[in-house]
């Protein structure tokens, strides 16, 4: 059964990654899928830092479908950390990341019908951090708290939630026994895993979940760490 057939779809960041594992599997399922991302390609080509931008992609998709179902935030917010990151390259992180989000959210407020649901992906770094990664860490936080900000005033005409996946693999990375020790699950995710659950969290089966974060990340963020343990060593140069 195609749960999704001639739902309209937009996703963020669409061209690659798991954004493009998402388009693919909506378009399995026959929905009309409708991308923006900076990659050049056959898709609506934009930077969504600027309002403008989104602005004209959300005329160009109301003017062509007279409605949108399904909204997916998965484009991805600029990564540097405190020591190399300007001023001007932290706050367009946060405009990517939680900015247009809202603002996209807003400008479709009005065409979503009732049943219709919006999808952040946020990042299991909204609870723990490497360093150097204040940017993206900071705007994948604003995105798990506008999710169920969301939530609350789109209520009961659109569920909100968000994904926060840890470790997926999207470029046929080789895992080593390392990488999989530290997954309780015994492998790293991948893009598979994430728009499985995003196309579940649109559907029907999931209509009492809004308001959500949900992690996926194979139980990492729940494995606790001591040097010496279960096979655990620490080593700092």
């Known amino acids: 059964?195609?749960?999704?057939?001639?739902?309209?779809?937009?996703?963020?960041?669409?061209?690659?990654?798991?954004g493009k594992r998402i388009v693919e599997r909506f378009?399995?399922?026959?929905?009309?899928?409708?991308?923006?991302?900076?990659?050049?390609?056959?898709?609506?080509?934009?930077?969504?830092?600027?309002?403008?931008?989104?602005?004209?992609?959300?005329?160009?998709?109301?003017?062509?479908?007279?409605?949108?179902?399904?909204?997916?935030?998965?484009?991805?917010p600029l990564m540097k950390g405190i020591d190399d990151c300007s001023w001007e390259e932290f706050l367009y992180?946060?405009?990517?990341?939680?900015?247009?989000?809202?603002?996209?959210?807003?400008?479709?407020k009005a065409y979503f019908p009732q049943g219709s649901?919006?999808?952040?992906?946020?990042?299991?770094?909204?609870?723990m951090s490497q360093p150097q990664t204040e940017s993206y860490t900071a705007?994948?936080?604003?995105?798990s708290a506008l999710t169920h900000a969301l939530a609350i005033s789109l209520a009961p005409k659109v569920r909100v939630n968000s994904i926060s996946p840890g470790w997926i693999d999207t470029i046929g990375?080789?895992?080593?026994?390392?990488?999989?020790?530290?997954?309780?699950?015994g492998r790293i995710g991948n893009s598979d895993d994430v728009a499985s659950l995003v196309l579940f969290l649109c559907s029907d089966e999931a209509g009492f979940i809004t308001g959500e974060n949900i992690v996926i990340?194979?139980?990492?963020?729940?494995?606790?760490?001591?040097?010496?343990?279960?096979?655990w060593k620490l080593e700092k140069n």
Do not use: C
């Open 1 to 18: 059964m195609k749960r999704f057939k001639d739902k309209v779809v937009v996703v963020t960041g669409g061209a690659k990654g798991i």
């Open 27 to 76: 378009k399995e399922e026959e929905a009309i899928v409708q991308i923006i991302d900076k990659i050049e390609g056959d898709w609506y080509v934009g930077d969504l830092a600027d309002k403008f931008i989104l602005e004209d992609f959300t005329s160009t998709v109301i003017d062509k479908y007279g409605k949108i179902d399904i909204l997916v935030n998965d484009a991805l």
């Open 93 to 108: 992180a946060q405009k990517v990341g939680v900015a247009a989000p809202f603002y996209l959210s807003k400008l479709f």
């Open 117 to 127: 649901s919006i999808i952040n992906i946020s990042s299991s770094r909204d609870r």
């Open 139 to 143: 705007a994948k936080g604003g995105i």
């Open 173 to 185: 990375y080789e895992s080593s026994k390392e990488d999989k020790i530290q997954q309780p699950v």
């Open 217 to 231: 990340d194979g139980g990492m963020t729940h494995q606790m760490i001591y040097h010496g343990d279960n096979g």
